[in-house]
């Protein structure tokens, strides 16, 4: 099932280099990586949410 509509972001403690990679390429999952700035979070959700 598509969901083309369906916001995401990808919060993780361990960097998996392969999904990185595909996150980052794709530019249709965020990812952050722990420990993050609260500051960095808030900027990655308004984006998803404009």
Do not use: C, H, Q, W
Request: hydrophobic share 45%; no cysteine; charged share 30%.
């Amino acid at each position: 099932m598509s969901r083309p509509d369906l916001k995401a972001l990808f919060i993780t403690g361990y960097p998996f280099e392969e999904l990185l990679k595909r996150g980052i390429d794709t530019g249709d999952v965020p990812v952050l990586l722990k420990p993050f700035d609260p500051l960095e979070f808030l900027a990655r959700v308004r984006s998803l949410l404009d």
